[in-house]
């Protein structure tokens, strides 16, 4: 079983700047991709951006390079770093991982591909 436990969100002003954690335990970290999706109320959770075992990395169009997935093997976690962010970043962001890949970037980026699920932290951007 693989726990996954997100950190670092917040409230943070239109412009601004914040770094999600994401700690993994249960599995060989190392071997697992993981990924970041999103959720506001009553959406489809959206994917937004993904790193692979030995790090090559995967975003969603509508980050247009705010965004960056990084993990760190030793410490059994993942990071995204979020600028310039924007009050339509508000959601619920989600950690998840996956054992199985690799897999192509339309893969990753449905979450029904994903057998590992964070508790999500909230991400709130005000105008």
């Known amino acids: 079983q693989v726990q996954l436990v997100e950190s670092g969100g917040g409230l943070v002003q239109a412009g601004g700047s914040l770094r999600l954690s994401c700690a993994a335990s249960?599995?060989?970290?190392?071997?697992?991709?993981m990924g970041w999706f999103r959720q506001v109320p009553g959406k489809e959770r959206e994917f937004v951006a993904a790193i692979t075992w030995n790090g090559g990395t995967y975003y969603a169009d509508f980050q247009k390079g705010r965004l960056t997935i990084s993990r760190d093997n030793a410490k059994n976690t993942v990071y995204l770093q979020m600028n310039s962010l924007k009050p339509e970043d508000t959601a619920v962001y989600y950690c998840a991982a996956d054992f199985r890949g690799p897999f192509s970037r339309m893969t990753y980026s449905s979450s029904s591909n994903w057998n590992y699920w964070g508790q999500g932290t909230q991400v709130t951007v005000s105008p």
């Open positions: 249960g599995r060989t970290f190392s071997r697992g991709a």
